[in-house]
T-cell receptor, first 116, second 112 residues
Framework: GAGVSQSPSNKVTEKGKDVELRCDPI?????LYWYRQSLGQGLEFLIY????????KSGLPSDRFSAERTGGSVSTLTIQRTQQEDSAVYLC??????????????FGQGTRLTVV | GEDVEQSLFLSVREGDSSVINCTYT??????LYWYKQEPGAGLQLLTY?????DMKQDQRLTVLLNKKDKHLSLRIADTQTGDSAIYFC????????????FGSGTKLNVKP
């Protein structure tokens, strides 16, 4: 597609359930990022993929969080046994890693996760 | 301390200029970006500046970079109500180019 696509756009889940959030990056973008934005807060880095590998997963808050990327394209962020503090907007972004002019990150619209 | 810092709020009147400030800590920063986030939406790139530049102008937007003080600013001329949004400063570093470091965002409120 033309932009970064995330699904679902909204997700309400019960505490203790597992959820999967999906990100379709821009075609050809080798780098993919997951960020979390809690209400009134800035962007919290979660994990970065280069191709299918994750050189930096330092931002994952706990072992309940995991992410994978297949075929150098789609990525899934999984949260197990969700807690209320997991409620946030989860943003995905992709970029080229070539050091060319600009090389900005392009963001999806986000998935708003509400844990009740 | 945080890698990238911004003030949380700014309020201006329509027609005035807005100046949003950002400070960063890493001297190897190569690209610096300003993103805009409107309510309920993702982040959109407004403009960026390479670290060997002091200033960049794009229509109503002026970016100033003081590399010595590690200070970046975004000036919006003739601010409109449609400019009300959260503005994020971000950087990429030479030795870890694949990671973006974002500030906490500045919420700009434009009063009619």
């Amino acid at each position: 597609g033309a932009g970064v696509s995330q699904s679902p756009s909204n997700k309400v889940t019960e505490k203790g359930k597992d959820v999967e959030l999906r990100c379709d990056p821009i075609s050809g973008h080798t780098a993919l990022y997951w960020y979390r934005q809690s209400l009134g807060q800035g962007l919290e880095f979660l994990i970065y993929f280069q191709g299918n590998s994750a050189p930096d997963k330092s931002g994952l808050p706990s072992d309940r969080f995991s992410a994978e990327r297949t075929g150098g394209s789609v990525s899934t962020l999984t949260i197990q046994r969700t807690q209320q503090e997991d409620s946030a907007v989860y943003l995905c972004a992709s970029s080229t890693t070539r050091v060319t002019r600009g090389t900005e990150a392009f963001f999806g619209q986000g998935t708003r996760l509400t844990v009740v | 301390g945080e890698d990238v810092e911004q003030s949380l709020f700014l309020s201006v009147r329509e027609g005035d200029s807005s100046v949003i400030n950002c400070t960063y800590t890493d001297s190897s920063s190569t690209y610096l970006y300003w993103y805009k986030q409107e309510p309920g939406a993702g982040l959109q790139l407004l403009t960026y500046i390479f670290s060997n530049m002091d200033m960049k102008q794009d229509q109503r937007l002026t970016v100033l970079l003081n590399k010595k003080d590690k200070h970046l600013s975004l000036r919006i001329a003739d601010t409109q109500t449609g400019d009300s949004a959260i503005y994020f400063c971000a950087e990429r570093r030479l030795y870890n180019f694949n990671k973006f470091y974002f500030g906490s965002g500045t919420k700009l409120n434009v009063k009619p």
